[in-house]
């Protein structure tokens, strides 16, 4: 079965920090996605990447940077946590081409369950 | 730049009954795909529905069929003899076609099935 495993459920941090947020997906997906979500405007991407140690800027990554060192790992670091960052985390993540089930892999994305963060 | 709009934030009706849930989109592509996600109380993103915009056919899965007007960039998720596990968070979310895989989001709508 398809997995995307985010290490922390929830997470509470101090204005400063810097925080780790981790991904692990099983399933040898190159691209791996990074979303934020706040209530009342959904779903928003930081960064993507579609490769070991490629990386691209969505929508929103000020105040963010991420790290791909191996295919099943993405990392999204807050490098000084601030209060307006407080949200729940999204990780996804999908197949580029093909896959045992031709081209019906290509447009879907696996999340997983979230960190919810908070920082006070 | 696409966008999405989800202009009903909460919904609530009652159990076996019909709801529409209601998603319209901006973009200049001309194919993309189109699709609703359901997040439960567990915070599990669901696919529950997508369309593939050259398809005129509109896509039915069970109780779930869609209502995609491609002129009107309307894309209405209907839920059929609605369930108590049919409440959850349910968002609409666009994606180019070709490209990265990027989906871009609505607001959400969260839908309440009362007993």
């Known amino acids: 079965d398809v997995k995307v495993t985010q290490s922390s459920r929830y997470l509470v941090k101090r204005t400063g920090e810097k925080v780790f947020l981790e991904c692990v997906q099983d399933?040898?997906?190159?691209?791996m996605f990074w979303y934020r979500q706040d209530p009342g405007l959904g779903l928003r991407l930081i960064y993507f990447?579609?490769?070991?140690?490629?990386?691209e800027k969505g929508d929103i990554p000020e105040g963010y940077s991420v790290s791909r060192e191996k295919k099943e790992r993405f990392s999204l670091i807050l490098e000084s946590a601030s209060t307006n960052q407080t949200s729940m985390y999204l990780c996804?993540?999908?197949?580029?081409?093909?896959?045992?089930?031709?081209?019906?892999?290509?447009?879907?994305?696996?999340f997983g369950s979230g960190t919810q963060l908070s920082v006070l | 730049a696409q966008t999405v709009t989800q202009s009903q934030p909460e919904m609530s009706v009652q159990e076996a009954e019909t709801v529409t849930l209601s998603c319209t989109y901006d973009?200049?592509?001309?194919?993309?795909?189109l699709f609703w996600y359901k997040q439960p109380p567990s915070r599990q993103m669901i696919l529950v529905i997508r369309q593939e915009a050259y398809k005129q056919q509109n896509a039915t899965e069970n109780r779930f069929s869609v209502n995609f007007q491609k002129a009107a960039k309307s894309f209405s998720l209907k839920i059929s003899d609605s369930q108590l596990g049919d409440t959850a968070m349910y968002f609409c979310?666009?994606?180019?076609?070709?490209?990265?895989?990027?989906?871009?989001f609505g607001q959400g709508t969260r839908l309440t099935i009362n007993p």
């Open positions: 996804a993540s999908s197949q580029t081409n093909g896959g045992s089930e031709g081209g019906a892999l290509n447009e879907k994305l696996f």
């Open positions: 399933m040898d997906h190159e691209n």
């Open positions: 990447s579609y490769d070991v140690k490629m990386k």
């Open positions: 979310a666009f994606m180019k076609h070709a490209g990265a895989q990027k989906l871009v």
């Open positions: 973009t200049s592509e001309s194919n993309y795909y």
